[in-house]
């Protein structure tokens, strides 16, 4: 099977290396809710939102070039597909819940969120590049609007402000395109300390989707010059067993799997891969 190829030549005088198979050069259309978000939540002019999109994208991808911005996928507005999507906007607006996107990049799911009328102070960002926080206000214009508060550090950091603010006071935590980012002991590491984020309670939750594989193994990823590993259905419910036993702690997992569409699969280490969608839930 074969792997993502990658380019040795040199970033271009912007800082974006266009040679990565996953850079695509050119944005056909920006599909819904993205682009009712960017004209009239942003209120980007109709005839300026792809040029404005793509511009904002280089930039990103020269701060990192994963495949998600590289696609144009950070577009995807992921939290309101997920099955758990009507009780995290329901429990947002009725209650007094907190809500953390984990690995927020340009918080694209922060601001559906917000333009669905959810209640601001109750939701977090947190990424470990700043740079990519600052350029969530600037695809939204709404730096001088959004009240949502971003926290940058690292997530295996116990001691960071993240920690050091939200620890045990989270009840629901979005970790799209994320956990995928790792190898499966660093997955469990990564799962330990969401755990300390979460509300040690029954209903605490962790949700979201990222690239699966029908044949769970262990792959290289070129853009993080490192091993990761992508799971299928089973895996993942094993990985949170683990966890669980761990832990002490015990967790539902729904999973899903759903085939990509429209969507180049060269970043993806080849035919196998699917599109994962996740609830975990504490019981």
Request: glycine content about 6%; charged content about 25%; overall charge negative.
């Amino acid at each position: 099977m074969s792997e993502p190829t990658t380019s040795t030549a040199s970033p271009s005088q912007d800082g974006v290396n266009r040679q990565f198979s996953w850079y695509e050069p050119e944005l056909a259309e920006i599909k819904e809710p993205a682009r009712t978000i960017l004209a009239e939540y942003s209120k980007i002019p109709e005839e300026r939102i792809i040029d404005h999109v793509k511009e904002v994208r280089d930039r990103a991808f020269a701060v990192f070039p994963y495949p998600c911005i590289g696609s144009f996928r950070f577009l995807d507005i992921t939290i309101c597909n997920s099955s758990a999507y009507p009780e995290i906007l329901s429990r947002l607006k009725d209650t007094s819940d907190v809500y953390l996107d984990l690995g927020c990049a340009m918080g694209q799911d922060i601001r559906h969120l917000v333009h669905q009328g959810a209640p601001q102070s109750q939701i977090y960002g947190s990424d470990l590049h700043p740079q990519f926080i600052e350029l969530g206000y600037e695809l939204f214009a709404d730096r001088d609007t959004l009240a949502c508060q971003f926290i940058t550090g690292d997530i295996f950091d116990s001691s960071n402000e993240l920690f050091n603010r939200l620890s045990g006071k989270v009840d629901m935590i979005n970790a799209a395109s994320f956990f995928h980012l790792f190898d499966w002991d660093t997955q469990v590491k990564l799962a330990k300390q969401v755990i300390k984020l979460l509300k040690p309670k029954a209903g605490s939750m962790v949700v979201g989707r990222h690239v699966g594989d029908y044949n769970s193994r262990e792959v290289w990823a070129n853009e993080l010059e490192s091993k990761i590993w992508r799971h299928n259905l089973d895996s993942w419910r094993w990985l949170w067993e683990q966890v669980g036993r761990e832990t002490g702690t015990e967790w539902k997992v729904d999973v899903t799997g759903e085939e990509w569409k429209g969507i180049t699969k060269v970043a993806h280490n080849g035919e196998t891969t699917f599109k994962m969608q996740f609830v975990v839930k504490r019981v």
